[in-house]
């Protein structure tokens, strides 16, 4: 620590040169202070053990002193008592899809199972993915990776294009912490800069190149693109070639099983490869209910939620907080319904907490860490 040359003052008391501060709970130094800030705090969160089924994170008590403060219940509450709305959990369902799915797979030894966290955004739930045989993770933003590797995951995969240096700076810094990351591209420009990057870190991404068959969103057309991109990664430095990504979004939308084979086989073909949460709400009298679960409780680019147990009835619209249910059958003022939501990860990124249920009582509360806009 030395003063500064030419002084610099602050109401007569000269300023010091430091290699690194605190601000705002954050590490900051002379190349920004990422890197510095991601190894603190990763050091900290891989302090973690696993005790019978849980996995039980060194920030327990932080979040159990926020449970008290801002969940809408508490564990062992009824649940009749939950405040709404609320994102609930089905924890024998969950428990039962984490038994089937490697169950499903196993005539495909080939084929490693690596779930999205967008669908929940929620680390215990991503450990428990990995402790039934999961390889490791998806994320789509540099943040969520964050959230993911401070759970203590060391093996995430970006299925999204990182541009920005700041965020490319980002994941090296996870990758510092002996973290594998891989990440999609589909450009020549974004491979040289993410050699250069992780030259600069002394560490390797692994990059997948994105290939469009058929979403018109990211990802080279198939053929010679392809090619000449894998080519051009095997040629750098600080760059693995790990595979290619098909991503069919299309599919998404397609709902009876036939036609979406359909689908899924003519993204197949053109690139040339083998390869409930619920929520809770109030009704209201008349000619239809309105509940208090709107755009900002269920995230609805991909429709409007289903009532669970009144197939009769149909949520039509939605505004802020509210939504509209006609006809409004049998619900009165103060009723609770279940509500499917059109798509989970776009429900689930709108709450702060994930509420696991069994047998009618409140069994867990997990923090959904990862949650909001892409950062």
């Known amino acids: 620590m030395k003063v500064l040359s030419p002084v610099v003052t602050v ?12 601000y705002h709970g954050s590490v900051i130094d002379g190349k920004g202070g990422t890197e510095a800030d991601i190894k603190a705090r990763t050091a900290k969160a891989r302090d973690w053990s696993t005790t019978g089924a849980e996995l039980v994170f060194s920030f327990c ?48 030894p ?61 994941l090296a810094a996870l990758a510092r912490q002996a973290i594998k990351i891989s990440v999609c591209v589909d450009s020549r420009g974004n491979v040289e800069d993410l050699s250069q990057v992780a030259g600069d870190f002394g560490v390797t991404f692994d990059l997948v190149v994105d290939v469009n068959i058929g979403y018109d969103r990211c990802g080279v057309e198939p053929g010679k693109a392809v090619a000449d991109l894998a080519e051009l990664i095997q040629s750098l430095l600080h760059v693995k070639f790990k595979g290619i990504q098909c991503y069919n979004g299309d599919s998404l939308h397609v709902v009876n099983a036939t036609e979406r084979k359909v689908s899924s086989s003519a993204g ?3 690139a040339k490869i083998a390869v409930q949460v619920v929520q809770m ?39 802020a907080e509210h939504g509209i249910v006609r006809p409004c059958g049998d619900l009165k003022i103060g009723d609770k319904v279940w509500l499917i939501p059109g798509q989970c990860d776009a429900c689930s990124h ?7 249920v069994r047998a009618g009582v409140v069994e867990s509360l997990w923090p ?5 806009p892409a950062v």
């Not at 809408?72 to 038994?99: F, H, M, Q, W, Y």
């Not at 709108?350 to 696991?356: A, D, E, P, R, S």
Request: aromatic share 4%.
């Open 350 to 356: 709108l709450h702060k907490w994930l509420v696991g």
């Open 61 to 108: 008590n932080i979040l159990n002193k926020m449970a008290t403060s801002t969940a809408p219940c508490k564990v062992g509450d009824p649940v009749s008592e939950i405040e709404t709305p609320a994102a609930v959990l089905c924890l024998d369902s969950l428990e039962s899809n984490l038994r089937t799915l490697p169950e499903l797979m196993k005539p495909f």
């Open 268 to 270: 197949i073909e053109k």
């Open 110 to 170: 080939n084929v490693a199972i690596r779930p999205h966290i967008k669908n929940h955004k929620c680390p215990v739930i991503a450990l428990r993915q990995i402790k039934a045989g999961a390889v490791g993770v998806c994320c789509q933003t540099v943040g969520e990776a964050e959230e993911m590797a401070r759970a203590g995951i060391e093996d995430i995969l970006i299925c999204n294009q990182i541009i920005s240096r700041k965020k490319q700076l980002r």
């Open 281 to 319: 709400s109030t009704g209201d009298e008349g000619d239809r209910a309105v509940l208090d679960a709107g755009h900002k409780a269920l995230g609805m680019f991909r429709g409007c939620p289903m009532l669970k147990d009144f197939k009769e009835l149909k949520y039509v619209k939605a505004s």
């Open 11 to 22: 109401e007569d008391t000269p300023l010091e040169e430091v290699d690194s501060f605190i």
């Open 368 to 372: 959904v860490v990862a949650r909001g």
